[in-house]
């Protein structure tokens, strides 16, 4: 199934200066990438984005983190897009990842485990909604 997915290149992998490595990964596996900008997060971004970790004890951490700096924000497309973005990227923490996964190449602990990606489609098409309008993205080219 023709699927779009998000993925944030989170402040720890925007320091490490692993942005092309990372969308270079994505291409190679034949993703197409439709939107693509830097973006710096708001708490009212954050708010809605992590409402599910609202209550979780690292909540006020993870926002911080995530606004230090820009992230770079990418809409991907492709058949099986999600699955195919969930296995290049391996597990929340790098630690249990594979090599060759980008978390364990480029992560270091859950904090600091360089991508976000979306779980479903129900969360790719929040997070779309949350950081683009329809025309920066362009899906004919998928
Ligand atoms: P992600 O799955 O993209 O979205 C939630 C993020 O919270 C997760 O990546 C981690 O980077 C971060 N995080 C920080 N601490 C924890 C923790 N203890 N458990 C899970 N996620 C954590």
Known sequence: MMEQTVVL??????????VGQVIDRF???GLSIVGLK????????LDVWYAHHKDKPFFPELCSQMMATPVVAIVLAGEGAIQKVFDLCG????QDA?????R?????DKP???VH?????EAAEKEIGLLFTSAELYPERS
Do not use: C, M, W, Y
Request: positive net charge; without cysteine.
């Open 9 to 18: 290149i989170k402040p720890d992998g925007f320091a490490k200066k692993v």
């Open 98 to 102: 594979a090599p060759g996964t980008i």
């Open 117 to 121: 990606r979306s779980d479903s489609a």
């Open 91 to 94: 597990p929340t923490d790098p």
């Open 27 to 29: 291409e190679r596996a």
């Open 112 to 114: 600091h485990n360089v």
């Open 104 to 108: 364990k190449d480029f992560g270091v």
């Open 38 to 45: 830097l973006v710096r997060l708001t708490q009212a971004i």
